[in-house]
């Protein structure tokens, strides 16, 4: 089975600043996809960003980008220049082509990121 | 607009009393999905449905029953609410199956069970 770890429940970083999320997880495929998603407090879940675990260049999307390390199983999001509208739960999520991820989203626990002005 | 719908936003009830959290969409997707949040535990997936009449237990089934009649519309039913299945819940769908398909949520259902 698939895990997604995020070990750091709360952070925060003020406006303007960078910050760093971690997430760690564990399978035994080969083909999958990495997700970032945030939660604003209206609750919509919104994908920030996506990685392919085939492609070796790190994702891109305007302020955020990941690091992602294969063989570690790790895919921190850093946000640059963070904005106050950045403030939200962020999760850490998993995909793959098959076995026991087929057909679903394995989500991490969490972390809420507070951007202060 | 493109969307995922649920009904109710929000939603108080009583242990034992059948509910039905209602999901549409509007993009033609085939594929469709509900997740709880719980704090700490993340989203994690209840039901799943690739098609019409096509239904698959996810990771926290119990207690769930789902239907999948039309192509737009995926309800959860809970026949008889537990405490324990205060949570929130969202309905995603996507367009097929995933990984490469991005899914799309709905707002969410906030459900408490007394």
């Known amino acids: 089975a698939q895990t997604v770890t995020q070990s750091q429940p709360e952070m925060s970083v003020q406006e303007a600043e960078t910050v760093t999320l971690s997430c760690t997880y564990d399978t035994s495929e080969n083909n999958y996809y990495l997700f970032w998603y945030m939660q604003p407090p209206s609750r919509q879940m919104i994908l920030v960003i996506r990685q392919e675990a085939y492609k070796q260049q790190n994702a891109t999307e305007n302020r955020f980008s990941v690091n992602f390390q294969k063989a570690a199983k790790s895919f921190s999001l850093k946000i640059s220049d963070s904005q106050l509208g950045d403030t939200a739960m962020y999760f850490c999520?998993?995909?793959?082509?098959?076995?026991?991820?087929?057909?679903?989203?394995?989500f991490g626990q969490g972390t809420i990121l507070t951007v202060h002005p | 607009e493109a969307q995922v719908t649920q009904n109710p936003r929000y939603l108080i009830t009583v242990t034992g009393k059948k509910l039905t959290v209602t999901c549409s969409q509007n993009?033609?997707?085939?594929?469709m999905s509900w997740y709880r949040q719980d704090p700490g535990l993340g989203l994690r997936q209840i039901y799943y449905s690739m098609n019409v009449e096509v239904t698959d237990k996810g990771d926290v089934p119990e207690g769930y029953k789902v239907s999948r009649k039309e192509k737009r519309n995926f309800p959860l039913i809970l026949e008889s609410p537990s405490p324990n299945q205060t949570s929130l819940y969202f309905c995603a769908s996507s367009s097929g199956i995933l990984p490469n398909n991005e899914q799309f949520f709905g707002p969410g259902t906030r459900l408490t069970v007394l």
């Open positions: 993009m033609n997707h085939e594929y």
């Open positions: 999520a998993f995909a793959a082509y098959g076995g026991t991820s087929y057909g679903k989203l394995t």
